[in-house]
């Protein structure tokens, strides 16, 4: 992805979330100036936003900017598109594991699913590390924050 | 002046408690270790140890945050001069002199100069906080909401244009941050807001969850199968840090100037860390009689910027803690945290909690005392934790935030609420959005509305309130120069590198 079609998203980012806020805050009553309703303050708040899209959208140009070329960036150390869609999966899957497990298991496999799933996402783990990993960071889990911390997570729930 | 030095010490009494002083430690330690992990700021580290704050009290929960922040800044130079990472920004310019001189074996003199600039520019720091900040709550007795608004406005800005990156993108996040804040039931009308139906997002959103997601899963989601970091052998023996009495005399006067430099621009709106540790750098070049020497291996080039970092550290807590508007957002995660705790940041802090203002500043020096202490023993234990691989590192640092995040409410949808804020952020990361002023805009909106709406209310829906009364004009005038300025510097700058 190069500068200008990153701009480009981005201000259409933008624009979209700002609308979207425009749009909802003004069923929120706006008010007057004096006695604003609840909905004046996102309502500038989006129009600011949706603003700020249009320019960037209009201003996106190939050249790197000024302010970028003095830092390096965040992200000088990582090779290869952002998207990885494997890493994606498995790292969102294991925090939504761990709501479902949460909910219907408990604490143990809910610890257990979660660091597993994660832990696939990356390409050197093999299935017996992960299965380690998980394994070690639920004795772990289970020792500091159920005996140690009291966390009301109980240990096993249906 | 006596009065300051009994409010200092009952402070150290105040500090020195066993637990208060406990959790100093932890902070510093915790702080330090991150500070020398890439990938980890102080800001991924506060959010994970957030919901640990729930649990203490108030006074021993702001030390230990305090001390991940300036602990992570030791961590960070560690990192920057012996394995040439620069994974924390302000430290980036510090890789530049510091990395040649760990080839050239002088490593441990790196560090010991750096660690004697850094407690001599965070001493500094912290005497201009301890004389500067009574005055500013003097003043600010006076203020009325439109001089309040106008000040957080300009807090908003200047956090917002001082992000790497495009000033435009960092005042887009800052107004994201403000939306995000404003979701839940809006206080005064009980209208729900951007709840999407759910009923676990009319309290709002939670603080832990919106920056773990930003700064945890997000980074883990970037960072994933990409991380290209090799561990590195770097060896530092305790004798070595010891610098030479030459060397010591070559590292005072731009310790001197760094640290200057970091205290002014610590106290001007709209300087970041790491323009300031650039700009004590190439002040520093500019100064020598043999700029030839830098990038290969100067001292002067490590002392001076890390000075800097240091001073601004301490002086950044000011308008945090003396007015309640945090200049960046690790000071509005701080500010945050106080919020939880059911402490009323602003001007009637320091009085209303003295044991929190003065036991922070003087657990400052016992932090930075413990951080030279246990620096010498602790690097190679640092160094060598930096090879436990990221595949086992991220995996259980999610399982840590979920739980974390969990703890907080008891509610797993908090949970939800992290991952949805780590595609979030992943994205915004990916089109080069800044992600910090996010933050400040979320800790700072829920403040910015009442007193926006008061100030509105109080003078009849008159605009010209801002420019009547001197305070707000003032501020006014202050966030319009900053624009002017951002503005010029982009016109001038378009295409070519400045």
């Known amino acids: ?158 | 002046m006596h009065d300051s030095l009994m409010q200092l010490m009952y402070g150290f009494g105040v500090a020195l408690q066993p637990e208060n002083f406990m959790w100093c430690v932890f902070g510093v330690l915790v702080g330090n270790l991150i500070g020398v992990l890439p990938g980890m700021g102080p800001l991924s580290t506060i959010s994970m140890l957030l919901p640990l704050t729930y649990v203490i009290a108030p006074v021993p929960a702001i030390l230990m945050l305090a001390g991940i922040f300036y602990g992570s800044q030791y961590g960070g130079a560690i990192g920057a001069i012996l394995l040439n990472l620069p994974s924390h920004p302000p430290h980036a310019v510090t890789c530049l002199d510091g990395y040649p001189l760990t080839l050239q074996g002088k490593g441990g003199t790196a560090l010991g100069i750096t660690m004697m600039a850094s407690f001599f520019a965070a001493s500094v720091g912290i005497v201009v906080m301890i004389f500067l900040s009574p005055l500013l709550v003097q003043a600010a007795n006076s203020f009325g909401p439109a001089d309040t608004c106008a000040i957080m406005l300009l807090g908003l800005l200047a956090g917002a244009t001082m992000a790497r990156g495009s000033p435009l993108k960092g005042v887009a996040m800052t107004i994201f941050g403000l939306l995000c804040g404003a979701v839940g039931t809006d206080e005064m009308t009980s209208t729900a807001r951007y709840t999407l139906g759910v009923t676990e997002l009319r309290d709002g959103i939670e603080l832990g969850g919106l920056t773990m997601g930003l700064f945890g899963i997000a980074d883990f989601l970037v960072s994933v199968n990409r991380t290209t970091i090799s561990p590195s052998r770097a060896r530092v023996r305790m004798r070595d840090m010891r610098p030479s009495r030459a060397e010591m005399k070559q590292a005072f006067w731009p310790m001197l100037r760094g640290t200057g430099v970091g205290t002014l621009f610590g106290a001007l709106p709209g300087t970041g860390p790491t323009i300031t540790t650039f700009i004590a750098y190439a002040l520093e070049r500019k100064w020598s009689k043999t700029p030839e020497r830098f990038g290969k291996g100067a001292l002067e080039g490590v002392a001076a910027p890390e000075a800097a970092s240091h001073s601004k550290t301490q002086v950044d807590f000011i308008p945090t803690m003396s007015l309640g508007i945090p200049g960046d957002a690790v000071m509005a995660l701080i500010l945050g945290a106080l919020i939880i705790k059911g402490i009323q940041p602003g001007p009637q802090l320091i009085s209303d909690h003295p044991d929190i203002f003065w036991g922070l500043i003087a657990s400052f020096w016992i932090g930075n005392v413990l951080l030279v202490i246990l620096n010498v023993p602790l690097i190679g234990v640092w160094v060598r934790l930096l090879q436990v691989p990221y595949r086992f590192l991220f995996p259980s640092a999610l399982f840590f935030i979920a739980v974390g995040v969990y703890s907080t409410r008891n509610n797993l949808f908090d949970v939800v609420i992290v991952a949805a804020f780590g595609v979030i952020g992943a994205i915004l990361l990916a089109l080069e959005f800044p992600l910090s002023p996010i933050v400040l805009g979320f800790v700072l909106g829920p403040m910015l509305e009442p007193n926006f709406r008061r100030a509105m209310l109080l003078s009849r829906g008159e605009l010209s309130v801002f420019v009547t009364r001197p305070v707000a004009a003032g501020f006014i005038a202050a966030s319009a120069l900053l624009v002017m300025v951002q503005v010029m510097a982009w016109w001038r700058g378009r295409g070519k590198v400045v």
Request: aromatic share 8%.
């Open chain 1, 1 to 158: 992805m190069n500068k200008l079609t990153k701009d480009r998203l981005g201000g259409a980012l933008l624009l979209a979330t700002g609308a979207a806020a425009v749009l909802a805050g003004s069923g929120y009553g706006l008010g007057t100036l004096r006695q604003m309703g609840s909905g004046f303050y996102p309502v500038v708040l989006g129009v600011l936003l949706a603003l700020i899209g249009v320019v960037l959208l209009a201003t996106a140009t190939r050249a790197p900017d000024a302010h970028l070329a003095t830092a390096p960036a965040e992200t000088a150390h990582l090779a290869g598109p952002v998207v990885q869609w494997r890493g994606w999966l498995c790292i969102l899957g294991g925090a939504l594991a761990f709501v479902v497990l949460g909910q219907h298991g408990g604490l143990v496999p809910a610890s257990f699913v979660s660091v597993f799933v994660a832990a696939l996402g990356d390409r050197n783990n093999s299935v017996r590390d992960a299965a380690l990993l998980a394994a070690l960071m639920t004795i772990l889990g289970v020792v500091v924050f159920h005996y140690g911390l009291h966390l009301l997570l109980p240990l096993f729930q249906w």
